[in-house]
Each structure stands twice: as C-alpha cells, then as structure tokens.
C-alpha cells in the first residue's frame, strides 16, 4: 500500500488560508487548483467549503499521492485530480470559474508564470478570482533572510525557479486582464494576492 504524500507547510497554512479564500470564494462555483501537490488543501479547503466544488490538478507524477488524500477524505464536492502542467498546449477545461494556486510560482520559471497567466485568460470566466498564495520580493527586495535564504535553495536545485516579483507578477496581471483586489501578508513570511478577471 503506498504511503500518503505529506506537507508540513501545508498543514501549517491551511488554516491562514482557508480564513482568506472563504471570504473570497462565498458563491458555488468549481475551483480549479494549480499545483495540488499532496492533495492536502484540496482535502482540507473542500471539506471547509462545502458550497464549492473543488477540482484539483496537477502534473502526471503527482497525481496518485492526491488520489490517496481523496479516497481517505470521501468528500463528494472533492472532483478527482486531473493531470496538468501550464504549459500544456490545451489544459482540461473550457472554462474556470475560479482559480486557487499555492507556493507554485517560485517553483515555476518566468517563462512557466507567463505561459499560465496566457492560458488563464484564454480559461477564466468574466469576474472569476484568482488566489494566490507565496512568498514574494518587493522593491527587488527579499522581505526576510529566511525568504532569502529560500530562494538561494530554490536556484540551487533549479536555476530558472526562484521567488518572484510582486510587481512583475502585477505587470503580468494587468496585461492579463486581471486586477488586483487585495495583498494579504500571511505567516511564514508569505502573501495571499486577490485578483479578479475583467
């Protein structure tokens, strides 16, 4: 029997987050979530939430570890994980009501963020929002020595990942046809950014 795949961070700010996107995500609606990773928070946010249906997905590889969180949840507003990577030429959807992604842009390269901001607006719904939950610099600045410290072990395991840009990524949302609604400072020295589709 294979092991569950866990996440301390996640079970660290599941909670933070779930305060947030509950006030955000308050309609029914289907969340799509970027970069599910364990399956934990679709797990968690989708037993909180009961209002939304939540359909998590990610690349091939992480796909059975989100499978085993769901079987154990049992939850029928819990949608089985679909494969996707953002830069896939066409993603499993015709449209996205709403968004949910966390600590999946640092892991990205700039090519990979603006390829996914592309396919999301070709994807997103009229007035659809967007969460997105990471650290991020600010003035070209780290915001801690811990965030530093994280982004020196992101390139060296990968050279094109790295901790993003507050302003590059508003740039990026702009030119997107998103806005920004809120910036959230969360724990661990992390934001959760609100933005809304036009």
Not at 53 to 73: F, H, K, V, Y
Not at 78 to 105: G, R, S
Request: glycine share 6%; net charge negative.
């Amino acid at each position: 029997m294979p092991h569950k795949p866990f996440s301390q961070a996640c079970e660290n700010n599941k909670g933070p987050i779930l305060q947030v996107i509950n006030t955000v995500f308050c309609q029914p609606a289907t969340v799509w979530e970027i970069g599910s990773g364990t399956g934990q928070h679709a797990c968690y946010f989708a037993e909180h939430l009961p209002h939304l249906e939540w359909q998590p997905t990610d690349r091939s590889e992480n796909i059975a570890g989100i499978r085993l969180w769901q079987e154990q949840a049992k939850l029928t507003n819990l949608k089985p994980p679909l494969t996707l990577d953002v830069t896939d030429a066409a993603w499993p959807c015709n449209a996205i009501d709403a968004l949910f992604t966390a600590n999946t842009l640092h892991i990205m390269s700039w090519d990979e963020v603006q390829t996914c901001f592309d396919r999301l607006a070709g994807h997103l719904n009229p007035k659809a929002f967007i969460c997105i939950y990471g650290p991020f610099n600010y003035n070209g600045a780290y915001t801690s020595d811990s965030n530093a410290a994280f982004d020196q072990w992101l390139k060296s395991r990968n050279r094109t990942s790295g901790i993003k840009h507050f302003e590059d990524i508003m740039a990026l949302s702009t030119s997107s046809g998103f806005s920004l609604l809120n910036d959230i400072a969360m724990p661990a020295n992390n934001r959760l950014l609100v933005l809304q589709n036009s």
